[in-house]
C-alpha cells in the first residue's frame, strides 16, 4: 500500500484539530479523509467506510474516544486507531492500550509523529 492510497479518520470535536490533522496529511500525501466530530458519528463512519487508520480524540461528546474504540474493535479488531488527547493522563493511556489501541498522540499534534505513525502503519 502507498501513502497516497490510505484513507485516514479524523474524529475531533475542534474543527481546528481536525484542520491541522488534514494539512500534515496532505502534506504527506494523504487526500482520502473522513471527518468526524463525535465518538457515535466516528463508529457509523468506520463500520461504513472502513479507513486504513483513524485518529481519534479522548474527550468528545456522544461516546468518548475510549467507547468508540471499544465499538470499532468491536466491529473490526484489526482497526488501527491513534488516540489523541491534551489530557495525556495515565488513565487515559492505560484504557486506550487496553481497548487496543494502535498508538497514542499527544496534542498538540506534530507532523513528525504522524509520519511516525503512518510509516508503522504501512510496515504492518
Excluded at 484542520?19 to 468506520?46: F, P, S, V
Excluded at 456522544?62 to 482497526?79: M, N, P, Q, V
Aim: glycine share 6%.
Amino acid at each position: 500500500m502507498k501513502i497516497s492510497d490510505i484513507t485516514v479518520m479524523l474524529c475531533d470535536d475542534s474543527p481546528l484539530v481536525r484542520k491541522k490533522l488534514a494539512e500534515i496529511l496532505a502534506r504527506i500525501g494523504i487526500t482520502k479523509i473522513i471527518h468526524t466530530e463525535d465518538g457515535e458519528q466516528a463508529i457509523n463512519e468506520y463500520k461504513e467506510k472502513k479507513p486504513d487508520l483513524v485518529f481519534m480524540d479522548i474527550v468528545m461528546p456522544k461516546k468518548t474516544g475510549i467507547e468508540a474504540l471499544r465499538e470499532i474493535r468491536a466491529f473490526d479488531s484489526e482497526a488501527k486507531v491513534v488516540m489523541a488527547s491534551t489530557v495525556g493522563t495515565q488513565g487515559n493511556l492505560i484504557a486506550a492500550i487496553k481497548e487496543g489501541a494502535f498508538e497514542f498522540l499527544q496534542k498538540p499534534v506534530k507532523e513528525e509523529d504522524v509520519l511516525k505513525i503512518i510509516n508503522r502503519m504501512l510496515k504492518g
